[in-house]
């Protein structure tokens, strides 16, 4: 069995992406693990294992402009910028299995944003004209930012619609917190809209994910929010194999045992993500991709959005392309918009950002998935 597989089965295991020239390395950190690969592309270093691609073996992902064959990568331009993301910090109440940026009751390698960051950027965007309507929070887990309802209220004064990603659990259920958010949705209705993470139907399948006694702390915060008339969706996964029909079938039994006004047939009401396996193999995608595929650029993430994050000492904010590439310092456009909006150089063009990232391939141009549906 390949080591990596041995050690998912047996505890937590923490990713990193770490590039250096033409050397692609994802530092795996795991608990109990110690045996070396067979082929040697494993190194063992204390508790850490390093899958090492070298210029030899992999080159994908290595240069900007072209793939490892040779052909002129594909890029995206911002076409409108859409909808404005910020980070709020990737602490959460709980740990998944799965999370995508790993957030976790320890994890503050992005943290909290403050509302003064946030009136800086939504001034940015008056200013220069961009028709943003939606500004969306992710975490972490938002709720757990002091300045959330703050940041949220700012948002919504200034006419723009707020969507708030969140685990509906503890930190949303505190009573501050909920009587804030009744004020918001008295003064702005369906401006504030909030996505809630189910990972699946069923309670087992979601606390393979997220651990014993999640499911019902979510529906709780669910019922809170069908009752007092919230606008929510939901986001559930496609992990456990289901064919989609059975999977939405399956989430629309639990809306309607538990009175929530949601079509899970709606793609708009219950966002499927497909999975982001960071061992899969996966191709680059050159300019070619879009006609073979008939896929547009534009459908891209990143071409009606931006994310702002924090990083843990870091003098200053920065604005990154999408919420998929958090940690990749490689792919960061600068301090404010205006930068990003000519960022040039290395994985950008004039602003353009060109896809030299796996989960480029994976995750939006093959997979499919987008945090802005
Ligand atoms: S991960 Fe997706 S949204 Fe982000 S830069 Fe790549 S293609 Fe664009």
Redesign the pocket.
């Known amino acids: 069995m390949p080591l990596l597989r041995l050690a998912s089965r047996f505890g937590r295991v923490h990713r990193r992406y770490i590039r250096h020239n033409l050397q692609f390395c994802i530092e795996y950190r795991v608990r109990g693990i110690s045996s070396p690969d067979a082929e040697g592309r494993i190194i063992i270093m204390s508790g850490t294992i390093k899958t090492m691609r070298t210029a030899a073996s992999d080159i994908r992902f290595a240069n900007p402009d072209v793939t490892a064959d040779g052909a002129p990568r594909a890029q995206?331009e911002l076409r409108a910028l859409s909808t404005l993301w910020f980070n709020t910090g990737t602490l959460c109440n709980i740990e998944c299995a799965h999370c995508y940026i790993e957030s976790s009751p320890r994890n503050d390698q992005l943290v909290y944003l403050t509302s003064s960051d946030v009136r800086l950027y939504l001034d940015e965007v008056q200013t220069l004209g961009y028709p943003t309507g939606e500004i969306g929070f992710t975490g972490g887990e938002p709720f757990m930012n002091p300045d959330m309802i703050s940041m949220a209220s700012i948002c919504l004064e200034r006419g723009h619609e707020v969507l708030i990603l969140t685990n509906a659990m503890q930190p949303m259920q505190r009573p501050g917190v909920k009587g804030a958010l009744l004020k918001l949705r008295s003064a702005y209705g369906d401006a504030l809209k909030l996505r809630v993470s189910i990972d699946h139907f069923s309670e087992a399948l979601h606390e393979s994910e997220r651990g014993p006694g999640t499911f019902i702390h979510t529906l709780k915060g669910l019922d809170w929010l069908a009752e007092n008339d919230f606008s929510f969706t939901v986001a559930g996964r496609t992990r456990f194999g289901e064919d989609e029909k059975i999977l939405r079938e399956g989430y629309q039994q639990l809306f309607s045992a538990r009175g929530y006004k949601l079509d899970a047939v709606d793609p708009a009401q219950l966002v499927l993500f497909p999975e982001m396996d960071e061992q899969a193999a996966v191709p680059e995608i050159t300019t070619a991709c879009w006609g073979i595929l008939d896929i547009s650029p534009d459908a891209?993430?990143?071409a009606s959005?931006r994310m702002i994050v924090k990083r843990k000492g870091a003098a200053s904010t920065v604005v990154l392309?999408?919420t998929?590439?958090a940690y990749d310092p490689a792919?960061e456009m600068g301090s404010s918009l205006t930068e990003a909006a000519d960022a040039d150089g290395g994985n950008f063009e004039n602003g353009a950002?060109k896809?030299n990232?796996p989960?480029?391939a994976k995750?939006?141009?093959l997979g499919g998935g987008s945090c802005s549906q």
């Open positions: 995206v891209m993430m990143c959005s392309p999408c998929l590439l792919f950002v896809l990232h989960h480029c995750f939006c141009v």
